[in-house]
């Protein structure tokens, strides 16, 4: 029993969880974050971006700058492929720390990987695209691009741009980059292609029917309004007068909200 009393102080103290100053820890902390930089995602100046084929496990730091990289990105690959790492699918570079999923969205259709073929100098490419020679391109306005620079997009011909060319002029331009899946013959891929080269301006303003003169010829050569809308919008126009606001094409029966929303951009009553 006399033991037992006289050990407990010795067991107490071996025991005993030191104290720990929450200050003194604290600062310790705040001095590690101070010289740690652990943010992945950092602001990129505004440059100009080129957009071409590259493969990750070969492509230069300045390539990866001309692509719009950030030079920690740049430099994680470049140690990563160092260290005997490598890219064998395009999927494998948003692996990487740090890689922001909207800039591989827009990098993942150039991505192309390259593997040596046994006993054969031939070179194959992950995306199994044709042979064309990959030619730099700067991302671009939609409704200012011709023919010949929708043909440097893989898989559009003289037919499909002349086509998309078209379109675009009988919509009164494109306001909305989803509105490329609307022309006939472009798969997915070319689309995701379109929608990574080129871009609409915020600021572009459409071609605009005048809903209080257009005939209904001129109004059912829109794509969106088709013969009997541009009939109903005549006939509106003819019993209660002109149109106050592009809003009272809702008073049509035939012009519900979605009718009204898609046609909204292209018209006026001026």
């Not at 407990?8 to 902390?29: C, G, H, V």
């Not at 044709?130 to 440097?152: E, G, I, M, R, Y």
Request: glycine share 4%; no cysteine.
């Amino acid at each position: 029993m006399l033991l037992i009393l006289f050990s407990y102080p010795l067991y107490i103290t071996f025991f005993q969880q030191p104290e720990i100053s929450n200050d003194a820890e604290q600062s310790k902390i705040d001095s590690l974050l101070a010289h740690w930089d652990f943010n992945p995602i950092r602001t990129i100046e505004n440059k100009t971006i080129t957009l071409f084929a590259f493969d990750p496990n070969t492509a230069t730091k300045e390539e990866f700058d001309s692509l719009g990289l950030p030079a920690y990105l740049s430099e994680r690959i470049i140690n990563y492929r160092t260290k005997g790492g490598s890219f064998r699918k395009r999927d494998d570079l948003s692996k990487i720390y740090g890689m922001d999923s909207s800039l591989m969205k827009r990098l993942y259709p150039f991505i192309e990987i390259r593997v040596e073929k046994p006993n054969s100098k031939e070179r194959i490419t992950d995306n199994k695209t044709d042979n064309k020679k990959s030619t730099p391109a700067v991302v671009q306005d939609l409704n200012l691009a011709d023919t010949a620079q929708l043909k440097l997009i893989r898989g559009i011909g003289p037919v499909l741009a002349n086509r998309i060319v078209k379109y675009r002029n009988a919509l009164g331009g494109f306001v909305d980059q989803n509105q490329i899946k609307e022309v006939y013959g472009l798969d997915t891929n070319v689309i995701k292609m379109v929608n990574t080269r080129f871009y609409i301006d915020p600021s572009f303003r459409p071609s605009r029917i005048n809903i209080n003169t257009a005939s209904e010829s001129d109004l059912s050569n829109h794509p969106y309004i088709r013969s009997k809308i541009a009939k109903s919008i005549v006939a509106y126009r003819f019993q209660h007068g002109s149109f106050n606001e592009i809003a009272d094409l809702l008073k049509i029966d035939l012009i519900d909200q979605t009718i009204f929303d898609r046609i909204r951009p292209y018209l006026t009553i001026e």
